[in-house]
């Protein structure tokens, strides 16, 4: 059993990873109430604080950050920043501080999604930090120390969350979180590091 920090449990996509979670100790972290521990992203740290909270631990799940969705046009820097702050340089600094905390053979599961490989209107910035993370843990895994390992999980619209994305996603095809679930077992429990575990119909 590892010790796992689940961080976005208690969202739709964080309910999805913890169906794969089932047979280690999850730790959950997140901005809201009903967390053990309350971590901003954005903010590096509090991202410190967490981990020394925590103590000793094998992985870090993510399944939050925040996007802001409008056109080229209309997209303001401030909605920029907040993406780029929160999903991509907040998992960065995920990994950069969670070095100094994690135990050997670790490993860190990040979250992008579908919409870097098959984009849709207004969500820009949601794709460009998608594909960011994406590249990062396939180059960063050549320098990451003790064996910890790095993957991303890049699904698209789960059947959970249809209804709240599905008229914005026309065409695409939702799958169960349980199986979105299943590509986070894969990059906790097995030896792959460096992958971007895509998960599409």
Known sequence: M?????IGANGTMGKAALTGLGKH?????????????????????SIAEL????GEFDAVVNTAGMCKYANLKDMTTEQWSTTVNSKMMGQINLVKIGLD??????????????LNKKPIPTAI????????????VQCVAHELPRGIRINSVNPTVLEEA???YGEMMPGFQP????????????SVDGFITGQVLVVDA
């Open 125 to 136: 910035a949601d794709a460009t930090t998608s594909g960011a993370i994406d590249t990062f």
């Open 2 to 6: 590892k010790t796992v920090i689940l």
């Open 162 to 164: 249809w209804e709240v």
């Open 51 to 54: 981990y020394k909270a925590v």
């Open 175 to 186: 799958v169960p979180g349980a199986l979105v679930g299943k590509a986070f077992e894969r």
């Open 101 to 114: 905390y994690i135990k050997d053979n670790g490993s860190f599961t990040l979250i992008t999604g579908i």
């Open 25 to 45: 100790k999850v730790i959950t972290a997140g901005r809201s109430k009903g967390y053990d521990f309350n971590v901003d992203l954005t903010d590096e740290n």
